[in-house]
Every structure is written in C-alpha cells, then in structure tokens.
C-alpha cells in the first residue's frame, strides 16, 4: 500500500492538479494537501525532479501573484482587495 505522499507524487506526475483536485484523488483535507506539498517538493527534489507550482491569479482583477513562496491560496488580492482568488496548481516537472 502507498503513502499518502506517494500517491499524490504520482497523481501530480500525471496531470497538473489544484489543492481541491488533490483532496478529492486521494481522499485527505485540502488542508492536508497544503501540509503535504513543502515534503513533496523536497522528496522529489532529490530524485532530481521539481514540483512547479501554477500561480494563483486574481479573477476579479486579473492579478497574478508570481513568486509566492507558500503553496496555500492568497487569501485577498493586494491590487483590487478581492477575495476571489483562482487557486494555485501543481505539477511535477521532470528533468
């Protein structure tokens, strides 16, 4: 039986996934997904592969939030002060 984190390795292999589309693959909390993806990035750092990480956008005003360092969604936009945020997404990029 796999680890949890080995499956979602393997589901972010596939496709690039939201926290939300995660959690509904594996059967976990979006928030554990979130507690999940900073071991991820690391495991598959040492096998010489990257997790990449979409950036979340604003969908009011279309800001994008480019070099954000936690994997969790904004909670509201700098630019407009929105809270309607698209989340993040996920993948893992082999090299």
Known sequence: ???IRHQLIEAL????MTAIDL???VGIQEKEVYA???HI???VASQGN???VGPARCLKCGF???G???FTRPGRCPKCRETHIQNPSYTIQRR
């Not at 292999?13 to 690039?16: D, G």
């Open 23 to 25: 959690s509904q693959e």
């Open 13 to 16: 292999m596939e496709r690039e």
């Open 64 to 66: 994008v939030f480019e």
């Open 41 to 43: 990035a690391r495991s």
């Open 68 to 70: 954000r360092k936690r």
């Open 1 to 3: 039986m796999k680890t």
């Open 50 to 52: 990257k997790l990449v």
């Open 36 to 38: 999940h993806l900073p």
